[in-house]
């Protein structure tokens, strides 16, 4: 900045960047117009002020996206603040607006500091105003509305009722409306339903007078209070239903919300209906684009909402005793359908079948980044954040990170304007499942395994033209125990290891896995009369279990003997048009990776990945049954670059470690700490880092991974070694046929995330695969070699790779061989459909 500068034209050019989104220019700007102020006014001058605000305010955006500037905007606050004492005493106008900016700037970040600046905010206000100002009224508010956030809820409550008596003197206003929505809240929170019952209706009353749209959301308040309180609900909440609806439409999640009220106080067909309702009109909403502009946590909230709404629907097919009419039926297994894809619906709207946008693929790309950076958070374990000898990694880190960041959340926006779920948001409107049903064989049936109010159903289908069924198997929690206590027999309870899920395998004790078929398979056996193949979409920890190898006799023959099974992620998946295939290019198989690439100190291996001789082998025998097109990379060629680099591959084989961390309670995440330690302190910054975010705690291992583990250098095309859920992101696999994990644990992940089930298994279909092979423990090496030369022979003589994994998985039973050495293994069908895989 030049020192002649036109300081009117500084002054608006900061607040513009103020106004704008990007916090650099508006530090830019207001810096510069601050030091225009300095250069030319006496320090103390109350002149400087605005400018010393401007600043702070832009250095505190900064500070929400993660800058290594910290508190600095306190500084620049505190220094106007010193200057409006020292000119005025304190009390002044002035004072009161700088203290309630600098509240606004503490909120996200200093919350306590933001009560204490509020606070004295409203002192001064009483001082200047007097106690029963209007403007007193509404700081008494706002106070209350922090305290809530910090649930301080007595506090809070305190204030509020404050605020209320102080409005009672003045004329409606929406600081008055929050203030009696506030009481009655923390009212009824504290079971004081009567002084809850009070508020609400000054609140319905001050809406009223002031217009306000939410008169229904008041009205509805007044009825479950009432409910509370053992009184009919039903008029009420009926009349707040006409209220939202004249308010604000029919497709909202207000109206849904109070459809699902009135189906709670009621019974039977009535409480069906009402259900039916909130659905219809959460399915609107969402096809009208309606949750485009939700933030993160708004979607997390209205995922799991939105999921018991559609749980109550189906559990009242599981509670009725009489058999409905077959179109029903197929109804409530299009409602399951819905609720599978609700992450999407929500979250990321342009994942749902058929979607495709040119942005996905710099979405995909940026994430990817992302994951680099997060997996390179620091280049020392133990080194402080920002500390002065943070190395490259670090800061690189810290200058890339928020603009990769900001990126993502740019083009987030962008795709969910416009990539519009279309009638898949309406769980009783699409066609998918019925499609899906006519991709069926006379000789195949759908099974869809859920979980629906603590309780597991099964909506079994066959064609469009067959019988369908809704089967309830029983109590989840009985069931996912059973489902813990299968994985424990099937893998056995030693073979959990530093990058191992511990949770799933030390949580039960071995059983008799005749306990969970009893209870998940022979229930469906009189449904499944006639049929030859399943296709499959599991829920939960069953996710985790191959039921294929559940026992269907007394002899223990496995299910795979009785059916063929085709696993999906969902119902639709059958029959959805995934769009145009891109060409795709020769097989790739890497295998064996040099985990070193140089010296790993000999202490550390046994928490690093040590050598697997059968990959080496499995490698030769499927190129030779690929043929010379195929391009192999073993040892130092097995690189995370050349991975990242392919672009739809007709088959993609990996064959090395796969690796789980999510599921791992504190205790035992303090325990591999702890012993890592013991080995050498620098291998633990890098397990935590990968055990911070979902998309890191599932992986594979390439070259180099055990030197970046070390805290090693492996170089530009190993990158860190770890190709990660997040690294898979970015891969174009829209022309792959087929993927192979052959690894451990690669369809094994975190089961509550919010974008669904977060494994490689699911990462790859999300990439375009068009069927996923992985498995679900922590396979043995040369019995997988000789499983996966077994598969690829199948493979070459036509079978699709569902039958082929099938069919040798039952020579291997066949011969006697352990479940443990050939069970792990499934095959995932994705939404492209393929014609299989032919060499």
Known sequence: ???????????????????????????????????????????????LVPALVRHARALSMTSQTGSAT?????????????????????????????????????????????????????????????????DVAAAECELAGELRQQRRHQEASAHYRRSLRIWSLHPPDRWG????????????????????????????????????????????????VAAGRGEDALPQFEKALAEQRAALGDAHPDVAATMMSISLATSGERALRATRDALCTVGAWLESGGATTLNDQQRRDFIKTFGRYAERYLSWWTASRSTPA??????????????????????????????????????????????????????????????????????????????????????????????????LARPLASTAVAAARRALAADER?????????????????????????????????????????????????????????????????????ALAQLLVAPLLPALTGCRRIRVVLDGPLLHVPIGVLPVDPAGSPLLTMFALDYLVTADDLATDGGPRAEPGPELVMAAPDYDLGSVE?????????????????????????????????????????????????????????????????????????????????????????RRHPSLRSGLALAGANMWLAHGVPGSGAETGIFTVADVSALDLSG???????????????????????????????????????????????PTRDLMIRFYELLSRGHQPADALRTAQLERHAAGEPVVNWGAFVCYLGTQRHEGHRM
């Open 177 to 224: 409306l929050m203030a009696a929505e506030g009481v009655g809240y923390l009212a009824e929170l504290a079971g004081d339903l009567g002084t809850a019952a009070d508020a609400y209706a000054q609140a319905v009353l001050t809406a009223r007078a002031l217009g306000d749209d939410q008169v229904g959301t008041y009205l509805v308040a007044c009825a479950r």
């Open 446 to 514: 759908l099974v869809d395994i859920m979980g629906v109010e603590g309780r597991y159903v099964a909506f079994v289908a066959g064609p469009l033209d067959g019988q369908t069924a809704v089967i309830d198997l029983g109590p989840a929690a009985r069931i996912d125990q059973e489902a813990l206590r299968a994985r424990v027999t099937l893998e056995g309870p030693d073979r959990a290891t530093a990058f191992r899920d511990l949770k799933p395998v030390l949580a039960a004790p071995a059983g008799d896995l005749r």
């Open 602 to 690: 000999p202490g550390q291996t046994g928490f690093l990945f040590g050598p697997l001789d059968g990959t080496a082998g499995e490698a030769d025998g499927i190129a030779c049954l690929l043929g010379p097109r195929a391009v192999v990379l073993r040892g130092d060629e097995a690189l995370k670059g050349r991975l990242r680099e392919t672009r739809s591959p007709r088959l993609l084989h990996l064959a090395t470690h796969g690796y789980v961390l999510s599921g791992m309670s504190e205790a035992a995440a303090r325990e591999t700490d702890r012993r890592l330690r013991g080995t050498t302190s620098e291998l633990t910054g890098r397990f935590v880092n990968l």
């Open 70 to 134: 910290k508190f600095g905007y306190e500084l620049l606050f505190d220094e106007a603040l010193a200057i409006l004492h020292s000119g005025q005493g304190g009390h002044d106008e002035a004072v009161a607006a700088v203290l309630w900016t600098y509240a606004q700037c503490l909120r996200h970040l200093r919350p306590a500091k933001c009560v204490t600046t509020l606070e004295e905010r409203l002192g001064l206000l009483r001082a200047l105003r007097g106690p029963s100002h209007p």
């Open 736 to 782: 792959t046929a087929l993927v192979v994990l052959s690894a451990c644990d690669t369809g094994v992940g975190d089961l509550d995330a919010v974008d669904g089930h977060i494994s490689l298994r699911a990462a790859f279909l999300r990439s375009g695969a068009g069927a996923v092979v992985a498995s679900l423990w922590k396979v043995p090496d040369l």
């Open 1 to 47: 900045m030049t020192s002649g500068g036109d300081y009117e034209v500084l002054r608006a050019r900061a607040d513009d960047a103020l106004a704008g989104a990007d916090a650099a220019e508006a530090v830019q700007a207001t810096a510069e117009a601050l030091a225009w102020c300095r250069e030319r006014l006496p320090a103390g001058d109350a002149e």
């Open 326 to 423: 077959e179109a029903l039926m197929a109804e409530a297994l299009e409602v399951a359908t819905w609720r599978r894809r609700l992450p999407h619906l929500l979250w990321s709207p342009w994942r749902l079948p058929g979607m495709h946008h040119p942005c996905e693929t710099e979405l995909n790309a940026v994430m990817a980044r992302i994951a680099h950076r997060l997996q390179e958070r620091y280049q020392a374990a133990g080194r402080r954040p920002g500390a002065a000898t943070a190395g490259p990694a670090w800061m690189g880190h810290v200058t890339e990170l928020p603009a990769l960041e900001g990126r993502q959340a740019e083009l987030e926006t962008l795709l969910r304007r416009e990539c519009r779920p279309g009638v």
